[in-house]
């Protein structure tokens, strides 16, 4: 859905440029009040009303639901690691990982991962 609308219009379609000028007023026509017709009418004293010599035109707008966004950092140190394993020491840690990636339920948790992240990528087709 597009949001905006540009009008466009050639200079030659403005048609001729208006040159006003001072100049004493001229009277074309001079038709006499009907007296008969007056009845019809009720006089409605001030009057005040704006007119418009264009044609009305429409413009709608729609305003979606607000988006919030919000950007931020997140500091990971070292941690997660069972209290009877020392992070620092690279042999424990090893020794742990072989020990975690043994496990079934880790194999099927990484695939069940693997496959939610791809979920936005685009796949290849295979033929």
């Known amino acids: 859905m597009e949001i ?4 466009t219009k050639k200079r030659a379609e403005f048609g001729r440029q208006c040159n006003f ?9 001079d038709i006499p009040p009907d007296p008969s ?13 704006g007119t418009q010599c264009v044609q009305e035109m429409s413009e709608h707008d729609v305003n979606t639901e607000r988006f ?5 950092g997140v ?13 620092a020491e690279i042999e424990q840690v ?3 990982r072989k020990k975690v990636e043994k496990d079934e339920m880790y194999v ?11 979920l936005g990528q685009r796949q290849p087709i295979s033929s």
């Open 21 to 29: 000028t001072d100049r004493a007023a001229e009277l074309h026509v």
């Open 4 to 7: 905006v609308y540009v009008y």
């Open 68 to 72: 919030e966004t919000d950007s931020h």
């Open 94 to 96: 090893t020794r742990y």
């Open 108 to 118: 099927h948790t990484i695939n069940q991962l693997g496959s939610v992240s791809t």
């Open 37 to 49: 017709l007056a009845e019809n009418f009720i006089e409605r004293n001030p009057v005040d009303r």
């Open 75 to 87: 500091n990971h140190t070292e941690g997660g690691w069972p209290k009877d394993v020392n992070y």
